[in-house]
Every structure is written in structure tokens, then in C-alpha cells.
């Protein structure tokens, strides 16, 4: 298949670039590099298999003809969409109108990148596909959470008026090698300040709760829903739930370090606790996630490792 995926030059774009190539097919990455890098790429760049567009997707666009189209172009972190609020809006909106355009246009089929954040500072526990959520729209993250909202919308209004086959993969915290050090995410956050020796910051008391997947399960959890025939949004996260402080002893316990740990506020609307119930991953996909916190944070070390040394090593620059 020739296949679009928008947002690849990012953290799980690029992921998702590297697994369908490896899998055979033709991979078109557009994307405008708003939070993404081209490093990401860089083991494609020799690919013949493999080509990149620079490319703003909120602006009309025509690849030409693809096969499928895996719709990531967006801000994920909360620093970078509460930096660039309009721009995450119009992504989810104009981008994912264009990208639904295009599917349309090919025949192509359509997987959208959504998020747990759909579910916003949830009542239920876990979270079902089923649960509508609990969510601030007016609040500083409501330009990430509605425009994900938006996009669900969006790719089955499609799906329901142009009988576009289509997809939505509710993806929960994901992490791993090419996660920014600084983007403010908790393991990107506590990786670096316990490998530079700094005070591990815990917001709120410590005790709220997140669940993170390894970045290999949560990109073998989308291809195998990209292969399935369920056009209504499904969870796809790690279930195990620890608490930031929890977390963060993890975090000390693999690199080794002494840091202590520093408590601040905790931001507006900062869920309290979320984790997937991914019965329906389960089920439907016979997936469900191999790596535990403490291997997936072994596996990311070294990535983390050389990316605080090449950061320090331009700050004395
Ligand atoms: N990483 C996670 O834990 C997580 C969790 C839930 C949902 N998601 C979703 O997965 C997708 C990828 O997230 P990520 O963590 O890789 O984020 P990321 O910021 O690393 O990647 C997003 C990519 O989209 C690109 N982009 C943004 N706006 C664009 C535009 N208008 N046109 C073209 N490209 C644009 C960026 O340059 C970047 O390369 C996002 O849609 C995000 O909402 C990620």
C-alpha cells in the first residue's frame, strides 16, 4: 500500500513510519515540523520506500494517490498544545477535514490519532469507549481535548455520510525513545531531571494516577485496529496504573540517580486519575500490551541518556 501518515515526524508518528515501512509498504509523511524533528526520520532518509512532505495540513493538499491514511498531525503534550492552542484547534479541525477529504477522494481508508484526553478529567474508572467523558470546554486544555473531540466527530460524519472506512484509535500516555526531554510529558520530565541529578518534580501531592504504554505496544496495538473492520473509537494503552510518585521511584530505581523529589501545584484541570479499560482492544484485536514500566524504562535509558547529554552539550555551546 502507498500510505499517508500525517504527523510522522513526530514522537509516535515516527514510530508508526518505521513499522509500516518494515512491514513493505510505501510510507508519505507530511508534516510541518511545528512539533516534530526530522532526526526522527533519519534512518528513513536512504528508504527509496520512503518520502517526506513538508507539509501544513490545515492547508488543502494532494499527495496524489494513497491507500490509507493515518491521521497524526497534532500537538500532544500539554506544553506544546497549551503553546500552540489555535494551531491544535485548526489541526484537528481543517487538518482532519483534508485528511477525511483525501480519504474520501481515494477511497482510502482513514485512521485517526485520538486521545484518553477525549475522556478529560473522568468520573469512571477505568475509562470505556463507551464513557462520554468529563470535560472542561472552556478550560486551558479544552483546545487539545475539544479539537480531539472535533476530530472523532469529523472521522464518523465521514464515515456515516461518505461511507469512508475509517478508524479511531484512542491512544493513552505513550512513551519511549524520541520523546522529547523537554516537552514536559512525566516520564520525558523525570527521566531528565534524574539524569542531570535535579529535584524530580511531582505536581500535586503525587498521588493522582496515569497508566503508560511502551511506545512498541501501543504502535502494535494501532496496526492491528488499522486491520480491523470496527469503525468506532477503541482504547489502546497500558491498563497498569501508577501514581507519579510511584512512577518517579521507578524512574530513580533505573538510572540510578539520588535526585530528591519537589512538590508544585497542580495545574487546572490535571486529571486525577486515567486509565484504559481495553476489554474491547482485547477482545477485538487479541492485543494487549507486553512491556512493564520498569523494561520500558530500561529500553528508553539510552535513548534519554544521549539526549540530555547532546542538550547539555549545546547549552555550553
Ligand atoms: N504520545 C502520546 O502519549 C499520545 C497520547 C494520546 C494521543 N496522542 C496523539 O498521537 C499523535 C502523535 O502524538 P506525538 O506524541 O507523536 O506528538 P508529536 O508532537 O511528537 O507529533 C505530532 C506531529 O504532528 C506535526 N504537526 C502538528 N501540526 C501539524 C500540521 N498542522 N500539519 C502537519 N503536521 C503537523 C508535528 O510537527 C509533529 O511532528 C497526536 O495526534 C496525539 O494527539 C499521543
Not at 491544535?88 to 479541525?93: I, K, P
Not at 511506545?215 to 494501532?222: A, L, N, R, T
Request: glycine content about 8%; hydrophobic content about 35%.
Amino acid at each position: 500500500m502507498r500510505i499517508l501518515v500525517t504527523g510522522g515526524a513526530g514522537f509516535l508518528g515516527s514510530h508508526l513510519c518505521d513499522a509500516l515501512i518494515g512491514e513493505g509498504h510505501s510510507v508519505l509523511c507530511a508534516d510541518n515540523l511545528l512539533t516534530g524533528r526530522m532526526e526522527n526520520l533519519t534512518q528513513l532518509a536512504h528508504d527509496k520506500r520512503f518520502e517526506f512532505l513538508q507539509q501544513d495540513i490545515c492547508l488543502p493538499f494532494d499527495p496524489g494517490k494513497v491507500d490509507y491514511i493515518f491521521d497524526f498531525a497534532s500537538p500532544a503534550s500539554p506544553f506544546d498544545y497549551l503553546k500552540h492552542g489555535i494551531e491544535t484547534l485548526q489541526v484537528g479541525s481543517a487538518g482532519t477535514i483534508n485528511c477525511l477529504e483525501l480519504a474520501k477522494k481515494y477511497h482510502a481508508k482513514f485512521l485517526l490519532a485520538s486521545t484518553s484526553e477525549c475522556y478529560g478529567d473522568p468520573l469512571e474508572h477505568p475509562q470505556k469507549e463507551t464513557y462520554w467523558g468529563h470535560v472542561n470546554p472552556v478550560g486551558p486544555r479544552s483546545v487539545y481535548d475539544e479539537a480531539k473531540r472535533f476530530a472523532e466527530a469529523a472521522t464518523m460524519a465521514y464515515h456515516r455520510y461518505h461511507h469512508v472506512d475509517t478508524r479511531i484509535v484512542r491512544i493513552f500516555n505513550t512513551y519511549g525513545p524520541r520523546l522529547p526531554i523537554n516537552d514536559g510529558r512525566v516520564i520525558s520530565n523525570l527521566i531528565r531531571q534524574a539524569l542531570r541529578g535535579e529535584p524530580l518534580t511531582i505536581y500535586g501531592d503525587g498521588l493522582q494516577t496515569r497508566s503508560f504504554c511502551y511506545v512498541s505496544d501501543e504502535v502494535s496495538g494501532i496496526l492491528a485496529l488499522s486491520r480491523a473492520n470496527e469503525h468506532l473509537p477503541t482504547n489502546v494503552g497500558n491498563p497498569s496504573e501508577f501514581s507519579i510518585l510511584e512512577c518517579a521511584q521507578a524512574v530513580l530505581k533505573v538510572t540510578g540517580s539520588t535526585s530528591i523529589v519537589k512538590f508544585e501545584p497542580l495545574p487546572q484541570d490535571d486529571p486525577k486519575q486515567r486509565r484504559p479499560d481495553i476489554t474491547k482492544a482485547r477482545t477485538l484485536l487479541g492485543w494487549e500490551p507486553k512491556i512493564d514500566l520498569h523494561t520500558g524504562l530500561e529500553l528508553s535509558l539510552e535513548y534519554f541518556r544521549s539526549a540530555v547529554e547532546s542538550a547539555s552539550v549545546q547549552t555550553r555551546k
